[in-house]
């Protein structure tokens, strides 16, 4: 018995290692196969198939069946003896799984297609969510209504998307796309939001009227206390309020009002935590005797969508429109907001993302869900109060169960919202949605051959369109899609794109004075009038007076926002008989007009010198092609033809 028993051992053994050996030489080929094209090798232990190949149906699953982790999952799972795949045949490598070789058979081809189109591609979108923090529940029903994949531990191979629940430095990324934009946290801080919507005020003050007047402190204290003292002067029966927001607060952390400027409490953590002191808005529409958007300290909870505290704004929608309102009418002004505001965000987002994703170095694209604070008037003007850089994408409130005693429950409300958002914002920046769609559409065309239309009839029917099984979308592009309109409004854009050109160093998002010597003389802006000395004392005031205004003082040197404030000096003394925003526009044509004669200059160079020759010489001063002269200092602006100009209508002083 002994050595009957030790000889079934031994075979048994024997047989477990030699199909371990396979099994583990197919893994490795399947991996490396992956690592080469860059998508999942499909279930561990199982060769890649080849296309053409009809994937055996999967035995039933059974509590002697565990999962197998896939292939580039850091999570690892149990794995399956071996000893049970012993009796399951492999198909020969020349042979299709019908027994049918390869390069033959048409019909063992078609199946195969038709397997692949089942799916509407090749693969599924691969989304790893293992620092998605509170908002991982919403996600994870989003990704499953897309019968998308997910990676709750993360992924040795790369994902296609990642969510971060705070910001974008949650985990070093070098491809893919992620949920944060490098920066956006702290441009939608109370203080720096502030000082970019004032910088378009001031530029466009009819058109950024949507933003209520603000002061930061304890920097403008001063100056808020001088211009409210002018009003009261001119009109002693004028009664404000003013509302006062810590600059990193959130949930009414630290927020008051007061009535006069002397009531601000500058004591205490005022200096080394800021605040804004913004008009108070008293005459907003009101819902049920209730203000929008405004935490109580009585919230009621409720699962129907159109009543409670939290409520649903296509209800809040129904409801002004029984009473009369053109709801067209409001939406439209509240996604002009949005476009605007995107607007004045966008130039500080750009330094923002070329200091953390240089040009030339591997790095994601960015996406990001915003939560935009918006109180409708009474005259049905919506006004922005804040912009949240993490909105909450919980899907469950706190439950009070008995005194003291809390429990987070699932909210009805929430997951209704919350959850559209997600899959919706998932959809729209789908890595594969073209491949999915080009897909889709080949297979509605009438094919030639009758074999073909076999298979477009198997394949081909209308309800298989990829996204057949969701609802409709509920998010649509409103920027950059609608901000064609807006885009004389991108004047700081253009600054800041000035701005990024003379950094010099990658990475760095502060101007120093051999950048801005560069800018003023590349530009040509030096004159008899404004001397390089005069220039060097304009970069250190100005550089000199922000820096004292930030807490970060790790790197020296001119901010975008310093920068701007310089940009405009020198266009207020060049244009000096034009509207601030026209000075501004003319100061910034004849800089780009500048850089491009020079960009053309150095191209021609560069042509010259590896053509093995001499640059053909210009007779203009500037040295660039004969048809880009200027006249002056007045710069030509490019029409429809290549070297076809006409002369702006400014004159320049």
Same mark, same amino acid.
């Given at each position: 018995?002994?050595?009957?028993?030790?000889?079934?051992?031994?075979?048994?053994?024997?047989?477990?290692?030699?199909?371990?050996?396979?099994?583990?030489?197919?893994?490795?080929?399947?991996?490396?196969?992956?690592?080469?094209?860059?998508?999942?090798?499909?279930?561990?232990?199982?060769?890649?198939?080849?296309?053409?190949?009809?994937?055996?149906?999967?035995?039933?699953?059974?509590?002697?069946?565990?999962?197998?982790?896939?292939?580039?999952?850091?999570?690892?799972?149990?794995?399956?003896?071996?000893?049970?795949?012993?009796?399951?045949?492999?198909?020969?490598?020349?042979?299709?799984?019908?027994?049918?070789?390869?390069?033959?058979?048409?019909?063992?081809?078609?199946?195969?297609?038709?397997?692949?189109?089942?799916?509407?591609?090749?693969?599924?979108?691969?989304?790893?969510?293992?620092?998605?923090?509170?908002?991982?529940?919403?996600?994870?029903?989003?990704?499953?209504?897309?019968?998308?994949?997910?990676?709750?531990?993360?992924?040795?191979?790369?994902?296609?998307?990642?969510?971060?629940?705070?910001?974008?430095?949650?985990?070093?990324?070098?491809?893919?796309?992620?949920?944060?934009?490098?920066?956006?946290?702290?441009? &939608?801080?109370?203080?720096?939001? @502030?000082?970019?919507?004032?910088?378009?005020?001031? #530029?466009? !003050? $009819?058109?950024?009227? %949507? +933003?209520?007047?603000?002061?930061?402190?304890?920097?403008?204290?001063?100056?808020?206390?001088?211009?409210?003292?002018?009003?009261?002067?001119?009109?002693?029966?004028?009664?404000?309020?003013?509302?006062?927001?810590?600059?990193?607060?959130?949930?009414?952390?630290?927020?008051?009002?007061?009535?006069?400027?002397?009531?601000?409490?500058?004591?205490?953590?005022?200096?080394?935590?800021?605040?804004?002191?913004?008009?108070?808005?008293?005459?907003?529409?009101?819902?049920?005797?209730?203000?929008?958007?405004?935490?109580?300290?009585?919230?009621?909870?409720?699962?129907?969508?159109?009543?409670?505290?939290?409520?649903?704004?296509?209800?809040?929608?129904?409801?002004?429109?029984?009473?009369?309102?053109?709801?067209?009418? &409001?939406?439209?002004?509240?996604? @002009?907001?949005?476009?605007?505001?995107?607007?004045? #965000?966008? !130039? $500080?987002?750009?330094? %923002? +993302?070329?200091?953390?994703?240089?040009?030339?170095?591997?790095?994601?694209?960015?996406?990001?869900?915003?939560?935009?604070?918006?109180?409708?008037?009474?005259?049905?003007?919506?006004?922005?109060?804040?912009?949240?850089?993490?909105?909450?994408?919980?899907?469950?409130?706190?439950?009070?169960?008995?005194?003291?005693?809390?429990?987070?429950?699932?909210?009805?409300?929430?997951?209704?919202?919350?959850?559209?958002?997600?899959?919706?914002?998932?959809?729209?920046?789908?890595?594969?949605?073209?491949?999915?769609?080009?897909?889709?559409?080949?297979?509605?065309?009438?094919?030639?051959?009758?074999?073909?239309?076999?298979?477009?009839?198997?394949?081909?029917?209308?309800?298989?369109?990829?996204?057949?099984?969701?609802?409709?979308?509920?998010?649509?592009?409103?920027?950059?899609?609608?901000?064609?309109?807006?885009?004389?409004?991108?004047?700081?854009?253009?600054?800041?794109?000035?701005?990024?050109?003379?950094?010099?160093?990658?990475?760095?998002?502060?101007?120093?004075?051999?950048?801005?010597?560069?800018?003023?003389?590349?530009?040509?802006?030096?004159?008899?009038?404004?001397?390089?000395?005069?220039?060097?004392?304009?970069?250190?005031?100005?550089?000199?007076?922000?820096?004292?205004?930030?807490?970060?003082?790790?790197?020296?040197?001119?901010?975008?926002?310093?920068?701007?404030?310089?940009?405009?000096?020198?266009?207020?003394?060049?244009?000096?008989?034009?509207?601030?925003?026209?000075?501004?526009?003319?100061?910034?044509?004849?800089?780009?007009?500048?850089?491009?004669?020079?960009?053309?200059?150095?191209?021609?160079?560069?042509?010259?010198?590896?053509?093995?020759?001499?640059?053909?010489?210009?007779?203009?001063?500037?040295?660039?092609?004969?048809?880009?002269?200027?006249?002056?200092?007045?710069?030509?602006?490019?029409?429809?033809?290549?070297?076809?100009?006409?002369?702006?209508?400014?004159?320049?002083?």
């Amino acid at each position: 018995m002994r050595r009957g028993s030790s000889e079934r051992e031994l075979a048994v053994q024997w047989e477990v290692e030699a199909v371990a050996a396979a099994k583990a030489e197919a893994e490795a080929k399947a991996q490396a196969t992956a690592e080469q094209i860059g998508v999942d090798a499909g279930a561990a232990g199982e060769p890649e198939r080849k296309a053409g190949e009809e994937q055996p149906s999967a035995p039933a699953p059974g509590p002697e069946q565990p999962c197998a982790a896939e292939e580039g999952d850091a999570l690892v799972l149990p794995r399956m003896p071996p000893a049970l795949h012993a009796h399951q045949p492999k198909p020969a490598r020349d042979l299709c799984p019908h027994g049918k070789p390869r390069s033959k058979g048409p019909s063992c081809k078609r199946s195969g297609v038709r397997r692949s189109d089942e799916h509407g591609s090749q693969r599924p979108v691969t989304v790893d969510s293992s620092k998605a923090r509170t908002s991982l529940d919403a996600l994870k029903i989003s990704i499953r209504q897309l019968k998308w994949k997910e990676f709750p531990f993360g992924r040795r191979l790369p994902c296609d998307i990642y969510w971060h629940g705070v910001s974008f430095h949650d985990n070093d990324i070098l491809s893919g796309q992620v949920n944060k934009f490098p920066g956006m946290t702290e441009m &939608v801080r109370k203080v720096t939001l @502030s000082r970019a919507v004032r910088i378009m005020q001031n #530029l466009f !003050p $009819e058109e950024y009227n %949507f +933003y209520p007047r603000s002061w930061i402190l304890p920097d403008e204290f001063q100056l808020f206390v001088t211009q409210v003292r002018m009003v009261k002067d001119g009109n002693p029966s004028w009664k404000p309020t003013f509302i006062v927001k810590p600059d990193g607060g959130c949930q009414g952390d630290g927020i008051y009002l007061i009535k006069d400027p002397s009531d601000i409490r500058l004591t205490g953590t005022l200096q080394s935590r800021p605040a804004v002191v913004q008009e108070y808005i008293c005459k907003p529409l009101l819902i049920d005797k209730l203000k929008f958007d405004i935490r109580l300290s009585n919230f009621i909870h409720s699962d129907s969508a159109s009543t409670g505290s939290k409520r649903t704004f296509s209800s809040i929608l129904c409801k002004l429109s029984s009473k009369g309102v053109d709801i067209k009418k &409001v939406w439209s002004d509240i996604i @002009s907001l949005v476009i605007k505001t995107v607007i004045a #965000l966008t !130039p $500080e987002l750009k330094v %923002f +993302y070329q200091s953390d994703i240089p040009t030339g170095r591997p790095g994601p694209t960015c996406f990001q869900i915003l939560g935009f604070d918006i109180l409708l008037m009474k005259n049905l003007k919506p006004m922005l109060l804040e912009v949240n850089a993490n909105p909450s994408m919980r899907i469950e409130h706190e439950c009070e169960l008995s005194p003291g005693v809390f429990e987070n429950v699932p909210s009805l409300v929430d997951e209704e919202v919350k959850v559209a958002v997600i899959r919706d914002t998932l959809r729209l920046i789908d890595p594969l949605k073209k491949k999915k769609e080009n897909r889709y559409q080949q297979l509605q065309k009438p094919l030639a051959g009758k074999e073909d239309s076999l298979d477009s009839e198997l394949t081909g029917a209308p309800d298989s369109s990829p996204e057949a099984h969701l609802p409709s979308i509920c998010l649509k592009q409103v920027f950059p899609k609608y901000a064609k309109q807006f885009n004389y409004l991108r004047l700081v854009d253009r600054m800041a794109n000035l701005f990024i050109r003379f950094l010099g160093i990658k990475g760095t998002m502060k101007l120093g004075p051999t950048g801005f010597r560069t800018f003023i003389r590349n530009c040509k802006l030096s004159s008899s009038s404004l001397s390089m000395a005069a220039v060097d004392i304009l970069y250190i005031d100005i550089t000199r007076r922000w820096n004292s205004m930030t807490l970060d003082q790790r790197d020296s040197g001119m901010c975008l926002q310093a920068f701007v404030e310089a940009f405009f000096f020198l266009a207020q003394r060049k244009f000096k008989m034009l509207p601030l925003h026209e000075q501004v526009a003319s100061l910034i044509d004849l800089c780009e007009y500048h850089l491009s004669l020079l960009d053309e200059k150095r191209l021609l160079c560069s042509r010259g010198g590896s053509a093995g020759g001499r640059t053909p010489q210009s007779s203009s001063p500037q040295g660039a092609c004969p048809a880009a002269q200027p006249v002056g200092d007045h710069p030509p602006l490019r029409t429809n033809g290549a070297n076809k100009f006409s002369y702006p209508r400014h004159t320049l002083s």
